[in-house]
């Protein structure tokens, strides 16, 4: 610990650790989800279970009312991460009073949105849409709390405290699963067990959050509500929210293209492997999570440094998971789900695995804009690839199928890595260090489409690429060489 100024400064925790507790912190629930989906299923009914996936997905939308003021504290806050109580308890108590009424007036909203869709849900039997009706001022009051434990979540991280953070939020997470389906099965499988349940759970974690925060920032005075705060938070969490509200309808508007232009079953064959490439992207979410609160305190300079470092090592790792991937997409679908779904989903997995890999290296600059105070660039980007997505996605849907919706997408990504990278003043050094990853990733599509190899091939092939890729990484890659030390040395 060292002293500048008087003040007792600790130095920054280390980068490495706190990925791999974001990582472990993302990867658990979906671990989770794996084992508790089939008991909802069994136990719950699949109409009752499809009801909550949609209420789930809505719940997740309205987390818009937010209008980025977690992200915007969190950057203020990173700023202010040696300074007492004087400095931060402003910030914190001025966005936790905003975050309170925006959760206020959205959960008023979603139990307006909730009983209209309840109402127009087709195919939804008598029983299960009067349990909806009398679960909807639970779904509503879980707004407010999630909204209160993101602004909780962001002071946690704004110190760096990531093992904290995943820790609460995990385990909220695993309580938020496990909870409803023991009393579904213990009490009753109805929504109106389900719905209280998850809703407890989830408080138990928001308390837990807030309480961590008021006992780590203690004194905090609720009466130190700053005006000036206000202006600069909305300011900057205006532009967070629209990058919110587009990036998801981005991610979505090729599916719904897809099942209006080609049909539910040809959905079905893109869906699946879209869902495989965004679980995958975990592992960008969870490095460009952990490098935030670090990029928006140091100065522009040192910024770009480490975010040129983290783009570098970023796309060898990467690309050492979705090479493999690329070549054992085929021989996976076909173990996975049939040899049928496979010939008809190999093609589109491979293309969107390109695209994951190439929107994976596009979240540190993305993060590198949004710590810097430039969060309007990022969303500015994302309102003008609308347009030409929806005529891409629409005009190569319909001359190539499944694989040009998916080309689409892949094509969309890509060239919002080139602009976020010009954007973030780092186009030349960015594009010069993904370039060998970027080989390598070219060189397993290759293998995958012209040799398709199966069974023992496909798993020598995805060795090797591997192999390849961090070999590349060792020689090319300073801190993966770091890391290799380290290793060794252990």
């Not at 794996?34 to 909802?40: H, I, S």
């Not at 434990?149 to 991280?157: A, F, M, N, R, Y």
């Not at 779904?341 to 695995?353: D, K």
């Not at 929107?359 to 690839?385: C, W, Y």
């Amino acid at each position: 610990m060292s002293n500048i100024g008087g003040k007792s400064i600790r130095p920054s925790p280390s980068i490495k650790r706190n990925y791999g507790y974001s990582a472990i912190g993302a990867a658990v629930p979906i671990i989770v989800s794996l084992v508790v989906v089939p008991l909802y299923i069994r136990h719950v009914g699949t109409e009752r279970y499809g009801v909550m996936a949609i209420v789930w997905l809505i719940l997740g939308y309205f987390g818009f009312f937010d209008f980025g003021l977690s992200r915007a504290s969190a950057n203020a806050l990173s700023k202010l991460t040696h300074e007492g109580p004087s400095k931060r308890a402003p910030v914190i108590v001025t966005v936790f009073y905003l975050n309170s009424l925006l959760g206020l007036f959205g959960g008023l909203a979603l139990y307006g949105v909730g009983h209209f869709m309840a109402q127009h849900m087709a195919s939804l039997s008598v029983r299960v849409h009067i349990e909806l009706v009398r679960s909807l001022p639970w779904i509503a009051a879980m707004l407010p709390l999630n909204l209160l434990s993101s602004v909780g979540t962001g002071v946690i991280e704004s110190r760096e405290r990531f093992a904290i953070s995943n820790l609460l939020n995990g385990l909220g997470g695993i309580l938020t699963q496990v909870v409803p389906i023991c009393c579904a099965i213990i009490i009753n499988p109805s929504l109106e067990t389900i719905v209280p349940a998850a809703f407890v759970a989830r408080a138990v974690s928001a308390s837990a959050i807030l309480a961590y925060v008021l006992w780590t920032e203690r004194p905090i005075d609720p009466r130190v509500l700053d005006q000036k705060q206000i202006r600069s938070l909305v300011g900057y969490g205006a532009w967070v929210s629209v990058s919110g509200l587009i990036s998801p309808l981005l991610e979505t508007f090729d599916q719904m293209l897809v099942g209006t232009l080609l049909g539910p079953a040809a959905l079905a064959h893109y869906a699946v492997p879209m869902s495989m490439t965004t679980r995958l992207q975990i592992i960008a979410t969870a490095l460009a999570k952990t490098l935030f609160p670090r990029l928006s305190r140091i100065g522009s300079r040192e910024a770009d440094q480490l975010a040129l470092k983290a783009t570098t090592t970023l796309a060898f790792g990467f690309a050492a998971v979705c090479g493999p991937a690329i070549v054992l997409a085929g021989p996976f679908l076909n173990l996975w789900l049939g040899t049928q779904f496979a010939r008809l989903s190999t093609s589109v997995a491979v293309i969107l695995l390109v695209g994951c890999w190439t929107n994976a290296v596009g979240f540190i600059p993305f993060t590198l804009l949004q710590s810097q105070g430039r969060p309007d660039l990022s969303a500015k980007i994302h309102m003008a690839e609308i347009v030409p997505f929806l005529l891409s996605v629409w005009s190569l849907s319909r001359r190539f199928g499944l694989p040009g919706a998916a080309l689409a997408w892949t094509l969309r990504v890509t060239v919002d890595l080139s602009i976020m990278l010009a954007a973030a003043r780092m186009l030349q050094a960015g594009l010069s260090a993904i370039i060998a990853p970027a080989a390598l990733v070219t060189l397993a599509v290759g293998i995958a489409l012209l040799a398709q190899p199966t069974g023992l091939s496909a798993l020598a092939w995805a060795f090797c690429l591997g192999v390849a890729a961090i070999a590349a990484a060792l020689i090319l890659d300073e801190t993966t060489r770091d890391l290799g030390r380290g290793l060794v040395r252990r």
